[in-house]
C-alpha cells in the first residue's frame, strides 16, 4: 500500500529535507563557515572583521553587507535548494486549491444571502438565508431535473461501458489485421469537435420514424433521453476504450484460457474473468463517463426543450430560474451546489474503490 | 475416459509453421508426454486438443467424435496450466467449482464433488483461503483440483510443474503419478524436462520442429531412438555423437575405427557420412571392461575435467591433442571429445592417459545426412563379423 501523498506532501518527508537544512544551520555555528554570509545571523560577523588579515575575507565582507533580505534568501536557496522545492511546492498548491475551491465557496456564499442583497458579497454573505437549498425545490421541480442528468448520465455509462468492454477486448487481447488503423479511427474520430455532429443528428431526432412510435409515441427522439444519451455515449466512447483495452490487454492469457476451457465462452471469459480483475479500470472508465455525461452542456442544452418532463438535465433546471424580469441568483447558486453533489459523492466512492482495486488484483505470471 | 487421435495436424501462423502433420493416438486411460525442446509445437498441438488452438488443417478426435470445430467448453476437457492461472478474484472453492457452476449443478452436488476433489490433491480445509494467499505448490494443487472435478475425458496438462521449485517438483511429480492411477484418467501432458517425460509416461511423443519424431515408451526413445536429434535429446547428460565415415570393413572416426560390415546397413554404403552415437554409460574405461562381451578396439584418451555427482563420474575425455582447449564446444558433439560416466569409486584423475572402449551393444548408427538411425547396437555374439546378427532398428 502507497499513500499518495506520500510523494507529493514534502511534511511528509522530514528525513530528507529537514535534517539537512537544520544541520546546516547548526554548522555555520560550530564550524568555520565556507560562506561568510553564514555568520551574521548568529553574530560571529565582529570577530570575523576583527581578524581582518587578508583583502579576500574583506572582499566577500563588503558583497555580504550589499545583500538585501531577498538576495540572502537566494543565497540560502543555492545552498540548500531543497527550500525553494517546498516553498515552490506550497505556492502551486496553494494556487491550485485557491483557483478550484474558491468558487466554490462564492458559489456557497451567494446561496446563503438572500434575495435582493446580492451586492458586493465578498468573502462573506450579506445575511443567512440557508433556507434557499429548500426553495429551489419549491421554484421548479429542480429534482425532477436532477432525476433525469442521473438517468442519461447512468445509461450512457452503461452503453459506453458494454460498447467499449467489447471493442477493449477485441483492441486488447485479440490479433486482427488492421488493428492498429481502426485504433488510429476511433481516435480520430474522438477528437472531431461535437457541434460539427449536432445539425444532422438534430434533424434526424427531429425525423418521425414509424417503429419508434411505440416508444417515444411521436417517432422522433426528441425530448427523449434518448437523443442524449445516443450521441453522448458515442462521444465519450474513445476514451473509455483506450482505458480498457489497456486494461484487457494487461489480464494474462492463461487465465482467459482457463475459463474457456471451463465452460465459458469468449464472451463469458470477458464478464466473469477479464472484467472483475479489470474492475479498476472499468471503475475509471465508468466514472469519467458518467461526469463527463452529467458536465455535458451543448448536447444537454439543445436536444430537449427544457422542459422537466421532457427530460431535460439539470442545465436547464438552474437556467430556470432565470426569468424574463428576474434572475434568482441564489437560487441557481443553490441548484449548482445541489447538483455538484453527487459527482462529488461519486467521486469519493469511486476513488477508493480504484485504489483498492489497483492494490488487489496481485497476478501470477 | 477416452482416446484422443490427431489426424495430419498441422497449425500455421503466417507464414510461421508450428506445428507439421502430427499424427498420433493417445490410448484410454493412457498418460503420453509430448516433449521437446522450447518452440517445438508441443504446446501449440495440445491447444489444438483443447481447442484454444484452431489447426489450420487436420481433425482431432476423442473418443469417437471429431472434435476439431467444437468450442473448448464443449470438448470435455480439463487443463492445468503452467502458469497455474487460478482466478485470483476468487477464492479456491469459486476456483474450483467454476466449471461445475457455469453448467448448472445443484449447489450440494457442486459442494460434494469439490470436497471430493480437494480429497484428493490434499487440499482439506484451505477452501475459503484466495490463491494469493498460497504457495506454488499448493496453487497448482488447486489447478488440478480444477481439474479432476468436472471428471473430465481427457487432461492436458501443459508444463504444470515449471514454475515450482525443484524439490517440490519431484514431489508433485509422484502425486501427479498417483492421480494418474487413482482416476485411470487418460492424460496428455507437456514438458521440456525429459526427466518428468521418463518418469511419468506411458509413452512419449518427442516433438521437434514442429514435426513428430517419435512415440513409443520411454525406454524405447533411450534404447532405440529413431534419429539424431531423439537420441540427443533424451537422456541426460546427452548422448555423445562422433561423425565418421563408412570404409570397407568399419566406420572410421577422426581418431578411433570400429569394425563393422557396411553392407548391413542397408541405406547407406562405403564413402557415406554416418554419425555413431554412444551414451556416457556406454563408454568404459578398459582396465574396468572385463565384463563387456563385446567392446570395441582401444581408444586411446586423455581425462580433461570430472563432475562428480555424487553417484556417478562424469569424465569429459579429450580423444587427441586438438580438442585440448576447445571447451566451449559441446563435448557431446564435438568430434574429439567423448563424455564418459563412471562409478565414483572408479580411480581416475584430470589429465590422465586412458584407454577406453565402447560398449557395441548399446553403440547406435545415424545417417548423417538425414540424421535417421541406421542400428542400434552392433552385438555381434557369433563371431567377429559385426553385425551378422543385427538388432533391428525401430522403425
Known amino acids: 500500500m502507497t499513500d499518495p501523498r506520500d510523494t507529493t506532501d514534502p511534511t511528509d518527508r522530514p528525513n530528507t529535507a529537514e535534517p539537512s537544512a537544520t544541520s546546516g544551520i547548526d554548522e555555520s555555528g560550530a564550524d568555520p563557515p565556507r560562506d561568510p554570509t553564514r555568520r551574521r545571523p548568529d553574530g560571529g560577523e565582529p570577530a570575523r572583521g576583527s581578524d581582518g588579515d587578508t583583502s579576500l575575507l574583506k572582499e566577500g565582507r563588503d558583497a555580504e553587507l550589499d545583500r538585501g533580505p531577498f538576495q540572502q534568501w537566494v543565497a540560502d536557496s543555492i545552498e540548500n535548494p531543497d527550500r525553494v522545492y517546498r516553498a515552490m511546492f506550497y505556492v502551486a498548491a496553494v494556487f491550485f486549491l485557491v483557483t478550484t475551491l474558491f468558487p466554490f465557496y462564492w458559489l456557497l456564499m451567494v446561496a446563503l444571502t438572500p434575495e435582493g442583497q446580492l451586492e458586493n458579497i465578498v468573502f462573506t454573505p450579506n445575511g443567512f438565508n440557508p433556507g434557499a437549498f429548500v426553495e429551489v425545490f419549491q421554484v421548479i421541480p429542480f429534482h425532477v431535473y436532477m432525476f433525469n442528468s442521473f438517468v442519461i448520465a447512468l445509461a450512457s455509462t452503461i452503453v459506453v461501458l458494454v460498447v467499449a468492454s467489447l471493442a477493449g477486448y477485441a483492441f486488447g487481447r485479440l490479433e486482427f489485421p488492421g488493428r492498429t488503423p481502426l485504433m488510429l479511427l476511433v481516435l480520430v474520430i474522438s477528437f472531431f469537435p461535437p457541434a460539427a455532429f449536432f445539425i444532422p443528428l438534430n434533424d434526424l431526432f427531429n425525423t418521425s420514424f414509424v417503429f419508434l412510435e411505440p416508444i417515444t409515441g411521436d417517432g422522433t427522439l426528441y425530448n427523449t433521453p434518448f437523443a442524449l444519451v445516443t450521441p453522448l455515449s458515442a462521444i465519450f466512447m474513445p476514451l473509455a476504450i483506450f482505458i480498457l483495452t489497456t486494461f484487457y490487454g494487461q489480464i494474462p492469457d492463461g487465465l482467459e484460457d482457463a475459463a474457456r476451457v471451463e465452460g465459458t465462452t469468449r464472451l463469458g471469459a470477458l464478464f466473469r474473468v477479464i472484467i472483475p480483475l479489470s474492475a479498476p479500470g472499468v471503475a475509471t472508465a465508468g466514472v469519467l463517463t458518467f461526469i463527463a455525461v452529467y458536465n455535458e452542456f451543448f448536447f444537454s442544452f439543445l436536444m430537449t426543450d427544457g422542459q422537466p418532463e421532457n427530460w431535460a438535465p439539470i442545465l436547464d433546471g438552474i437556467l430556470a430560474y432565470q426569468g424574463q424580469y428576474q434572475v434568482l441568483y441564489h437560487l441557481m447558486a443553490a441548484a449548482s451546489i445541489l447538483g455538484v453533489i453527487p459527482v462529488a459523492i461519486l467521486v469519493v466512492i469511486a476513488q477508493e474503490k480504484i485504489v483498492s482495486g489497483l492494490t488487489a488484483g496481485a497476478l501470477k505470471e | ?395
Open chain 2, 1 to 395: 475416459m477416452a482416446r484422443v487421435r490427431l489426424e495430419n495436424v498441422t497449425k500455421r501462423y503466417g507464414e510461421e509453421t508450428a506445428v507439421e502433420d502430427v499424427s498420433l493416438e493417445v490410448e484410454d486411460g493412457e498418460f503420453v508426454t509430448f516433449v521437446g525442446p522450447s518452440g517445438c509445437g508441443k504446446s501449440t498441438t495440445m491447444e489444438t486438443v483443447a481447442g484454444l488452438t484452431q489447426p489450420t488443417e487436420g481433425r482431432i478426435y476423442i473418443g469417437d467424435d471429431d472434435v476439431t470445430d467444437l468450442a473448448p467448453k464443449d470438448r470435455g476437457v480439463a487443463m492445468v496450466f503452467q502458469n497455474i492461472a487460478l482466478f485470483p478474484h476468487m477464492d479456491v472453492y469459486e476456483n474450483i467449482s467454476f466449471g461445475l457452476r457455469l453448467r448448472k449443478y445443484d449447489d450440494e452436488e457442486v459442494r460434494r464433488r469439490v470436497e471430493e476433489a480437494a480429497d484428493i490433491v490434499q487440499l482439506e480445509g484451505m477452501l475459503d483461503r484466495m490463491p494469493s494467499e498460497m504457495s506454488g505448490g499448493q496453487q497448482q494443487r488447486v489447478g488440478i483440483a480444477r481439474a479432476i472435478v468436472r471428471n473430465p475425458d481427457v487432461f492436458l496438462m501443459d508444463e504444470p510443474l515449471a514454475n515450482l521449485d525443484a524439490k517440490l517438483r519431484v514431489h508433485m511429480r509422484t502425486e501427479l503419478q498417483r492421480l494418474h492411477r487413482e482416476l485411470d484418467a487418460t492424460v496428455i501432458y507437456v514438458t521440456h524436462d525429459q526427466a518428468e517425460a521418463m518418469t511419468m509416461s506411458n509413452r512419449i511423443a518427442v516433438l521437434n520442429d514442429g514435426r513428430l519424431q517419435q512415440i513409443a515408451a520411454p525406454l524405447t526413445c533411450y534404447n532405440e531412438p529413431t534419429n539424431l536429434f531423439v537420441a540427443g535429446f533424451i537422456g541426460s547428460p546427452s548422448m555423445n555423437f562422433v561423425e565418421g565415415t563408412l570404409v570397407e570393413d568399419g566406420l572410421e572416426t577422426n581418431n578411433f575405427t570400429v569394425d563393422l560390415d557396411p553392407s548391413q546397413l542397408s541405406e547407406v554404403g562405403v564413402g557415406d557420412a554416418v554419425t555413431l552415437g554412444v551414451r556416457p554409460e556406454d563408454v568404459h574405461l578398459t582396465r574396468y571392461a572385463d565384463s563387456l562381451t563385446d567392446s570395441t578396439a582401444r581408444i586411446g584418451a586423455r581425462t580433461d575435467v570430472l563432475e562428480p555427482m555424487g553417484d556417478e563420474v562424469f569424465v569429459y575425455l579429450l580423444l587427441s591433442e586438438a580438442a585440448a582447449g576447445s571447451m566451449e564446444q559441446d563435448p557431446a558433439t564435438s568430434p574429439n571429445q567423448l563424455l564418459m560416466s563412471v562409478t565414483p569409486d572408479t580411480e581416475i584423475e584430470a589429465g590422465e592417459d586412458v584407454d577406453v572402449v565402447l560398449d557395441r551393444s548399446k553403440i547406435h548408427l545415424f545417417e548423417t545426412a538425414s540424421g535417421d538411425a541406421l542400428r542400434h547396437g552392433l552385438t555381434d555374439r557369433s563371431g567377429r563379423e559385426p553385425g551378422t546378427t543385427p538388432t533391428e532398428a525401430d522403425s
